[in-house]
């Protein structure tokens, strides 16, 4: 079923006034994920926070369930968590680390997990090794199997760099975890909401994922899956009285459901509208938007390519929604404000943020124009042709 594009500008109310192409940084979201969250917020101040809470937890419980459904897991596998990098690093400390253990890893890590490796190198004497990427720029699959070991405890794999279209090839390196009995962490931050994923297909073992990326949530939403098989072996780093009961002793009882990964305080209002970015997602279909993403996204770097002095950026066998390109003679910053003077939002990724990839290619900084099923030709069209009027015209 193609998607309803005006319903869905419609519900958009921003489309109106930016052509928003800065998706993998924070998307539009739907009005009824604001909605949602505003109208608890207001719930909070007339009611108080607790009671505001009591009314809605079967809302909550639903919010549980339309992650899991997107996902394709259990309400009880989900926990909320407010960052990216939060998800992440718990999954990854709450693992039984000794020394000497080893992960192994793509090339195209996010700064915040390969922090999360220092840390545990400098605390658990935990070794991480870099799996190559292959001749299209995708993790080298055949290579990852070769590097397994006796002391292999955990794979990891970011599904979707956060600098490149490139769609690392997850479900092989699912079957690879697979067969050699490996606990798999695939970094789902970009990929969610833009593809339509399943872990039961992938083969993946924990899975964390932001929620104001492509899954148009709300800011400071993040949510964890862990598959219920590995939950026992994980002992969150940070507990309180929700996740952790006293025993009545000196030890605590954890949760047995992924709840274990949540504290007691968190925002009720964001986590309703993550739930509600859920559904929003699922109410449109994520293989439509995945499609209209890939097609939009091939568009766009079709019109720059065409431009003598552009160049397109991105790698790999299998391309997604994020399109990243360079102008010959023009800084990232020249190109991002000659765009946003005429509504049109992008971003930047420097070295910094692809701290493995981009000093590997020689390249300093691109521009990052990430696509989404919201947007519309036109928008494309307005963004090469200001391109291109920038090396025409100097402006
Ligand atoms: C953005 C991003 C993160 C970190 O997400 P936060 O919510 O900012 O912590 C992790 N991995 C990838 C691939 C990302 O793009």
New binding site residues.
């Given amino acids: 079923v193609p998607l309803d594009l005006a319903a869905i500008r419609r519900d958009t109310r921003a489309c109106e006034i930016v052509a928003h192409f800065n998706n ?1 940084g924070a998307s539009l979201p739907p009005s009824v994920v604001m909605d949602t969250v505003h109208h608890h917020l207001r719930s909070e101040e007339v009611f108080g926070g607790y009671e505001a809470q009591a009314l809605v937890e079967d809302d909550l419980a639903r919010a549980r369930g339309s992650l899991a459904a997107l996902v394709g897991g259990r309400a009880r596998e989900i926990a909320f968590l407010s ?4 998800a ?1 690093a718990t999954a990854l400390l709450s693992l039984p680390w000794k020394r000497g253990d080893r992960i192994l890893v793509g090339e195209n890590e ?1 700064p ?2 390969v922090h999360a490796y220092a840390f545990l190198k400098k605390r658990h004497g935990v070794r991480v090794r870099y799996v190559p990427d292959d001749e299209y720029g995708q993790i080298d699959v055949d290579a990852l199997r070769g590097a397994i070991d006796e002391r292999t405890r955990l794979i990891v794999l ?1 599904h ?3 600098y490149s279209g490139l769609v690392n090839p997850a479900s092989e390196v699912g079957a690879v975890a697979r067969e050699a009995g490996v606990p798999f962490l695939l ?1 789902a ?2 990929s969610i909401g833009q593809l339509d994923l399943d872990v039961g297909e992938i083969g993946c073992d924990m899975l ?1 994922a ?1 929620g ?2 492509y899954l148009r949530g709300p800011r400071g939403s ?1 949510f964890l899956w862990v598959r219920q098989s590995m939950l026992e072996t994980m002992t969150p780093p940070v507990a309180d009285q929700n996740g952790a009961a006293w025993n009545g002793g000196e030890d605590f009882d954890y949760a047995e459901d992924a709840r274990r990964f949540e504290v007691f305080e968190r925002s009720v209002a964001l986590q309703l509208g993550l739930g509600a970015a859920a559904r929003y997602a699922l109410g449109v279909g994520m293989a439509a938007v995945e499609d209209r993403v890939r097609v939009l996204a091939a568009g766009l770097r079709g019109l720059l390519s065409d431009i003598p002095g552009v160049t397109v950026r991105d790698r790999g066998k299998n391309l997604c929604g994020i399109v990243t390109f360079t102008v010959e003679g023009f800084s990232a910053e020249e190109i991002g404000v000659a765009l946003r003077e005429r509504f049109i939002n992008t971003s930047i990724v420097r070295r910094s943020m692809a701290m493995r990839t981009f000093p590997a290619r020689d390249l300093a900084e691109v521009t990052r124009a990430s696509v989404h099923y919201y947007n519309t030709e036109d928008e494309l069209l307005r963004l090469a042709d200001t391109v291109r009027s920038l090396l025409e015209n100097g402006s």
């Fill in positions: 993998a960052s990216s990098t939060q992440f996010y915040s997990n970011t979707v760099p956060t970094d931050c970009q964390s932001a104001r990326k993040a």
